[in-house]
T-cell receptor, first 114, second 116 residues
Framework: AQSVSQHNHHVILSEAASLELGCNYS??????LFWYVQYPGQHLQLLLK??????LVKGIKGFEAEFIKSKFSFNLRKPSVQWSDTAEYFC????????????FGQGTTLQVKP | GAVVSQHPSRVICKSGTSVKIECRSL??????MFWYRQFPKQSLMLMAT?????????EQGVEKDKFLINHASLTLSTLTVTSAHPEDSSFYIC????????????FGPGTRLTVT
């Protein structure tokens, strides 16, 4: 069965620190990969996505992620976080055809201290 | 941008009663919508795929008779939790892909269900 694993459950950073959140998935075929963010009291929003092509994808608000197929990973990065980045981050995978089904990781709570 | 709404945002009901949750796509049509369940401090778990004009497709382990899904129009899907019990208390979230973009989903704000 497909699964997604996020290594960090709770991350605390100071403003301007660099961020990297790990995400690994288990599926041997073609995948589409996503990072979603959920700000306090708000709904899930798409940060970035990977379908094909350049494995380094850039998203909104200065976030980027790199797809490394050999490692089944899709880690999220940001060079310098801001207090407003405090949120819950979810990695998700769509695998196995055009179904639209998403399998989510456990989520990572990011707390940025001003 | 695309907006998906849910109603109600919070509901408290007594054990044994049924609760209906609505999911609406406000500025686009969605032939397919998805229902997720999220437990505290846990991830979103896909419950079912709601298909306009046909039966919903449930994920393994999800009771179709307990979680009734109706996709009556291109902008509305409903999830009814029948004979609710305290263990059904959870956060229910719907999502809808816009147009033909099955990989670009928009999420509703969620419904917090508490069964007493």
């Amino acid at each position: 069965a497909q699964s997604v694993s996020q290594h960090n459950h709770h991350v605390i950073l100071s403003e301007a620190a660099s961020l990297e959140l790990g995400c690994n998935y288990s599926y041997g075929g073609t995948v589409n990969l996503f990072w979603y963010v959920q700000y306090p009291g708000q709904h899930l929003q798409l940060l970035l996505k990977y379908f094909s092509g350049d494995p380094l994808v850039k998203g909104i608000k200065g976030f980027e992620a790199e797809f490394i197929k050999s490692k089944f990973s899709f880690n999220l990065r940001k060079p310098s976080v801001q207090w407003s980045d405090t949120a819950e981050y979810f990695c998700a995978v769509n695998a196995g055809g055009n179904t639209g089904k998403l399998i989510f990781g456990q989520g990572t709570t990011l707390q940025v201290k001003p | 941008g695309a907006v998906v709404s849910q109603h109600p945002s919070r509901v408290i009901c007594k054990s044994g009663t049924s609760v209906k949750i609505e999911c609406r796509s406000l500025d686009f049509q969605a032939t397919t919508m998805f229902w997720y369940r999220q437990f505290p401090k846990q991830s979103l778990m896909l419950m079912a795929t709601s298909n306009e004009g046909s039966k919903a497709t449930y994920e393994q382990g999800v009771e179709k008779d307990k979680f009734l899904i109706n996709h009556a129009s291109l902008t509305l899907s409903t999830l009814t939790v029948t004979s609710a019990h305290p263990e059904d208390s959870s956060f229910y979230i719907c999502s809808a892909p816009r147009g033909g973009l099955y990989y670009e989903q928009y999420f509703g704000p969620g419904t917090r269900l508490t069964v007493t």
